[in-house]
T-cell receptor, first 116, second 115 residues
Framework: EAGVTQSPTHLIKTRGQQVTLRCSPI?????VYWYQQALGLGLQFLLW???????NRGNFPPRFSGRQFPNYSSELNVNALELEDSALYLC???????????????FGAGSRLTVL | AQKVTQAQTEISVVEKEDVTLDCVYE???????LFWYKQPPSGELVFLIR??????QNEISGRYSWNFQKSTSSFNFTITASQVVDSAVYFC????????????FGTGTRLQVFP
């Protein structure tokens, strides 16, 4: 069974540019999560999508956005890139069980974004 | 406010030593879940364990064991007879029923096991 796949694995952008990161969840998983792992800041929750809807959002500005497609894959968009957006962006998926908080997340290997 | 603290930034041991990774959490929710994930150099986080707030039984899985103590808000992880393949960054995380599906991670502990 294929795991969570993310693309691209690495990319370099300059300040002010826009970037789109992609994620394909494990087959059968309907929930997709995005986390940012910046140096020195640990893993920060960005977004949670389930059944095509944004269900929860972390403390990030509106220039971080995303969507989930009917096949449950997801995109994370970051506009007006800033130097501090340099980070590893991790996508995870799970079976939805939104009333428990107990979901076990399966993570992808991430997309490493460098902003110059 | 919810918070997870992993005070040990980096630990170095020699193979076959036992090592304990500490995790202290804060939450106002009475129902919550605690997790440990391993992040090898390849980058993806690998799930190790999940415990709910009502189950304080310690758990052992091979060389891994976990000690959950609500009285001290701790969920420590011990690796017995460490191996080089255990070298990774280990994250403790918390999720609350009040804010479902949002994992709060600690800052991680980098474990280096030398041969």
């Amino acid at each position: 069974e294929a795991g969570v796949t993310q693309s691209p694995t690495h990319l370099i952008k300059t300040r002010g540019q826009q970037v789109t990161l992609r994620c394909s969840p494990i087959s059968g998983h309907t929930s997709v999560y995005w986390y940012q792992q910046a140096l020195g800041l640990g893993l920060q929750f960005l977004l949670w999508y389930d059944e095509g809807e944004e269900r929860n959002r972390g403390n990030f500005p509106p220039r971080f956005s995303g969507r989930q497609f009917p096949n449950y894959s997801s995109e994370l968009n970051v506009n007006a890139l800033e130097l501090e957006d340099s980070a590893l962006y991790l996508c995870a998926s799970s079976l939805a069980d939104s009333h428990s908080g107990a979901n076990v997340l399966t993570f992808g290997a991430g997309s490493r974004l460098t902003v110059l | 406010a919810q918070k997870v603290t992993q005070a040990q930034t980096e630990i170095s041991v020699v193979e076959k030593e036992d090592v304990t990774l500490d995790c202290v959490y804060e939450t106002r929710d009475t129902t919550y879940y605690l997790f440990w994930y391993k992040q090898p150099p390849s980058g993806e986080l690998v799930f190790l364990i999940r415990r709910n707030s009502f189950d304080e039984q310690n758990e052992i899985s091979g060389r891994y064991s976990w000690n959950f103590q609500k009285s001290t808000s701790s969920f420590n992880f011990t690796i017995t007879a460490s191996q080089v393949v255990d070298s990774a960054v280990y994250f403790c995380a918390l999720s609350e029923r009040m804010d479902t599906d949002k994992l709060i991670f600690g800052t991680g502990t980098r474990l280096q096991v030398f041969p």
